[in-house]
């Protein structure tokens, strides 16, 4: 890039502060990692902390762009206005350089920036309360401050570089090592993770493919691990409700028994099972699952005629009357 345009983009850089800056910004000392999937593409931020909701403060991601974790005494403009200097063609580290080239504060920030490219930028501030520190890898970066030892940051590396699985769960699995760290001298409170697409379809709600936050628990981290269980069935959920509504109930039954397979005492999961068996001809499958729903709540009964009235269950009359004699 050259230097005209880098001097354009510093430029950007501090009228976008000068258009928002604040002295008092809020506390997140805490660990974090940004990380992209070199596979799908998909970039994802994830962070815990001792303070109350951290995910509205530190974590940001735009699918197509990048993904930004703010932290130490945050200044929340690092987010978007990091990935606005990313999407207009400046690196993570061009990026970042503009932005605290442009705060007076910097050196109580601690900042991970990371773009489409996987390209990766961290800073930690002079000032940020020890332990700090950060390290990069190929398509990462995880930091930390006010940790209880300076351990931390390359133990997260370590659990992102060398576990298996989808980006979500090395993620989560380097948010683990951490704790196994100690952590936050602090304690733990609150724990966040976004995930986005690495191409951006123009729908925001297809391109941000996961969103949790655990604003308060005792155990932030084994909420946010059970919640991404969840997320993970109600998406089979999701995509059953597509095929169902194309038409295509084998491979809605298909799916829908994955997400009930993942969440098993779920009875929502276990009903729209059981209305695909009804509608692939499948009563005598159908029939127990249904009736062991209707047991512990007569609810789901009373939505069977409605769910025929719709076109969502194609079943004949004598049928629906074993289904609603249950």
């Known amino acids: 890039m050259n230097k005209i345009y880098f001097f354009c983009a510093l430029l950007f850089a501090q009228t976008l502060f000068s258009q928002s800056y604040k002295k008092s ?13 070199s596979v799908t593409g998909e970039m994802g931020v994830a962070v815990q902390s001792h303070w109350f909701a951290v995910g509205t403060t530190v974590a940001y991601g735009e699918a197509g762009v990048g993904v930004v974790a703010t932290q130490s005494l945050v200044n929340p403009m690092y987010g978007p206005k990091g990935l606005v200097l990313m999407k207009q063609g400046l690196s993570a580290q061009q990026s970042l350089d503009a932005l605290t080239q442009n705060d007076s504060g910097e050196m109580y920030r601690q900042v ?41 940051w390359d133990a997260m590396a370590t659990a992102f570089e060398t576990t298996k699985g989808t980006l979500s769960e090395r993620i989560l699995a380097s948010l683990k090592a951490a704790e196994n760290e100690k952590g936050d001298i602090r304690g733990k409170q609150s724990a966040a993770i976004l995930i986005v697409s690495g191409t951006a379809s123009g729908n925001s709600w297809e391109d941000r493919l996961m969103d949790l936050r655990v604003e308060d628990h005792e155990n932030p981290l084994v909420e946010l691990e059970r919640l991404m269980k969840i997320h993970k069935a109600y998406d089979y959920m999701n995509k059953g409700d597509l095929a169902m509504e194309d038409g295509d109930s084998k491979e809605a039954e298909h799916l829908y028994l994955q997400a009930q397979n993942l969440f098993p005492e779920n009875l929502e999961m276990k009903y729209w099972y059981a209305v695909n068996l009804l509608n692939n001809k499948e009563t005598t499958k159908a029939l127990p699952i249904l009736k062991s729903i209707f047991k512990e709540d007569k609810n789901w009964q009373v939505l069977i005629p409605r769910l025929v009235k719709s076109k969502l269950l194609s079943i004949s009359e004598k049928d629906l009357k074993e289904v609603m004699k249950l």
């Open 25 to 37: 910004e809020p506390f997140a000392h805490t660990y974090s990692i940004v990380a992209r999937d």
């Open 112 to 152: 991970a920036m990371l773009n489409v490219k996987g390209e990766v930028a961290a800073h930690t501030g002079s000032s940020c309360i020890d332990m700090a520190g950060d390290r990069q890898g190929k398509n990462f970066s995880v930091q930390a401050n006010m940790m209880l030892n300076n351990t931390v």
